[in-house]
């Protein structure tokens, strides 16, 4: 599997017509599959595609657009996306429906949007294929979970620490040692007060600025 960096979208070529679950052909719009620099140190995960993602097919940055062209301060992906820019992560002046991402992938455990209920664990375990095939394919530094459902699955596979002890709020804002990763896990962002996105901020602009780089036989950016 070879990366094409000509395109941030999909960037693997991942399968865009799955079916690995039939229900979720039936609610989806499209399938989203991850967006942002292949060669990327930060990779954020969340848990399925919100209705913006599902519509545009960008995960977690997505924002829509009003009918004048403006961004719509209320559509999902803003917060994150405004996260992304104070760290200077993301381009400010780009557009919507493909942000600017420097350094950052992000992708989520499943691909389909069920609008109902959240994923099922067989959707989880069908889709984990991929997501392990980007974690692999990119080899990042720190892996940010986004949400607790993304945190359970992320910190099961990627760290020592007991599932149970992994929970947010706790965990937000905080740098957990893993299995070849850190693991800087996030409440997701509309969901965060400003007191706790001013923290979370803080601390991984304390991160960047530090040697978080791990020796696993990549070559330096």
């Not at 992560?89 to 780009?94: E, F, K, V």
């Not at 596979?157 to 709020?169: R, S």
């Not at 409440?187 to 304390?206: G, K, L, N, R």
């Amino acid at each position: 599997m070879d990366a094409n960096q000509q395109r941030r979208a999909n960037p693997f070529n991942m399968d865009e017509q799955c079916r690995n679950c039939p229900a979720l052909c039936e609610t989806r719009t499209q399938v989203v599959h991850g967006y942002g620099d292949v060669g990327a140190d930060f990779l954020f995960v969340g848990e399925q595609p919100t209705p913006t993602a599902d519509e545009i097919g960008i995960p977690l940055v997505a924002r829509r657009s009003d009918a004048d062209g403006a961004d719509d301060p209320d559509a999902d992906g803003t917060d994150l996306r405004r996260i992304l820019e104070r760290l200077a992560l993301c381009d400010a002046t780009s557009p919507s429906d493909e942000p600017g991402l420097e350094n950052v992938y992000c992708t989520n455990l499943t691909r389909c949007r069920e609008p109902e209920r959240p994923p099922t664990d067989e959707e989880i375990g069908n889709c984990e294929p991929y997501l392990n095939a980007e974690i692999r394919m990119i080899n990042p530094e720190i892996l940010i979970p986004v949400g607790e459902r993304a945190l359970a699955e992320l910190g099961k596979e990627y760290t020592t620490t007991p599932v149970e002890d992994l929970e947010l709020p706790d965990a937000h804002a905080t740098t957990i040692r893993g299995r070849g990763f850190e693991l800087v896990p996030m409440i997701a962002p509309s969901e965060q007060t400003d007191a706790q996105t001013q923290a979370w901020v803080e601390h991984f602009a304390e991160l960047m600025a530090s040697d978080y780089r791990q020796t696993k036989g990549r070559q330096g950016r």
